[in-house]
């Protein structure tokens, strides 16, 4: 991640910066790597989010010893049956101890319904996030609300 000369956090780069730096009060680890996340949470933050990119099984194990999961996924028409199938398989495993919230990025409350009825598990219609770095107080607060629900 960089900041721009208005200190705004620009984007992600292909390139490495150095050690952690503090934004607005919250501290960003961009190098951090799956091996990094147990020295993170030694840290005892109150909340400590952690962005996989797209889940996979190799990022799985990272996600497992969280105290609360929240998957972000799309149940646009045509992924529904995807992301069914990956919460299906989620719970097959039965590897996570504590509550997965599943969100709907798109914020669709007729395809949440489908998935309610189909896969009888809850998808939370979630606004989109044009730029997740950039969190504003009302995203924050949507963040708290979700995590009352556990």
């Known amino acids: 991640m960089e900041l721009n000369a208005s200190d705004q956090i620009l984007g992600l780069t292909s390139g490495k910066t150095s050690g952690i730096f503090t934004y607005m009060g919250i501290d960003f680890f961009p190098n951090a790597t799956l091996r990094d996340l147990d020295q993170i949470r030694l840290l005892h933050y109150d909340y400590l989010i952690s962005d996989f990119g797209v889940f996979t099984p190799d990022v ?13 996924g799309s149940v ?19 590897i996570y101890q504590e509550p997965i919230i ?43 609300r979700l995590l009352g629900k556990i």
């Open 60 to 72: 799985l194990s990272g996600s497992v010893h969280s105290s609360a999961c929240m998957i972000v």
């Open 102 to 144: 599943f969100l709907d990025n798109l914020g669709s409350k007729k395809e949440s319904k489908t998935m309610k009825r189909l896969y009888h598990t809850d998808v939370i219609p979630f606004p989109y996030l044009t730029n997740p770095f950039q969190l504003t107080f009302d995203d924050l607060e949507i963040f708290k």
């Open 76 to 94: 646009s028409q045509w992924n529904t049956r995807r992301y069914g199938s990956f919460i299906m398989s989620l719970e097959k495993q039965r």
